[in-house]
T-cell receptor, first 110, second 113 residues
């Protein structure tokens, strides 16, 4: 019973913006959306999270639709080091574990 | 600062042998702790999580078990490994508040032969 839907793979040219979509149409009102990425053979790395407002940090921007049924992670200037699997995951409380879907494999191409 | 330690980094075990993977967190108290597994080419599967000493929630029925003997220690065990237990095992911790991310360990790559 998947809670999120992401495209299995995407390509992006180096230096261009990478826009990674996530569908979470069953998200409830108190669930945050978290984004992580996993570089090959490493543990996942936290990127950003949001509830309903758009968010930005030093790594990325997160755009959440007004109905909160989908979100987009934006890497403004992708580099080769951004090649990884990107996961989005909703979470409704501090004690609820994150359940990851299959993620999107982003390949940044020189 | 908080750190998470997970060992060993790699492990090769024969079918039917026992398993014990340890994870410890430093620099925080009362963390939530998690065990995930990633089979080759697959996504992250939540195995167990714990919100306190002795409190373990299991997400997937299998021949693995978890224990939390101390506040910042989380152990993954098996009495008899199966070939299907091969994978990349990751421990993670988080604070007990919404709005904070997880910190993952560096993982243990287990190969059952």
């Amino acid at each position: 019973d998947a809670k999120t839907t992401q495209p299995p793979s995407m390509d992006c040219a180096e230096g261009r913006a990478a826009n990674l979509p996530c569908n979470h149409s069953t998200i409830s009102g108190n669930e945050y959306v978290y984004w992580y990425r996993q570089i090959h053979s490493q543990g996942p790395q936290y990127i950003i999270h949001g509830l309903k407002n758009n968010e930005t940090n030093e790594m990325a921007s997160l755009i959440i639709t007004e109905d909160r049924k989908s979100s987009t992670l934006i890497l403004p200037h992708a580099t080769l080091r951004d090649t990884a699997v990107y996961y989005c995951a909703p979470r409704n409380s501090g004690n609820t574990p994150l359940v990851f879907g299959k993620g999107t494999r982003l390949s940044v191409i020189a | 600062s908080q750190t998470i330690h997970q060992w060993p980094a790699t492990l090769v075990q024969p079918v039917g042998s026992p398993l014990s993977l340890e994870c410890t967190v430093e620099g925080t108290s009362n963390p939530n702790l998690y065990w995930y597994r990633q089979a080759a080419g697959r996504g992250l599967q939540l195995l167990f999580y714990s919100v306190g000493i002795g409190q373990i929630s299991s997400e997937v029925p299998q021949n693995l078990s978890a224990s939390r003997p101390q506040d910042r220690q989380f152990i993954l065990s098996s009495k008899k490994l199966l070939l299907s237990d091969s994978g990349f095992y990751l421990c993670a911790w988080s604070v007990r508040r919404q709005g904070y991310g997880y910190t993952f360990g560096s993982g243990t790559r287990l190969t059952v032969v």
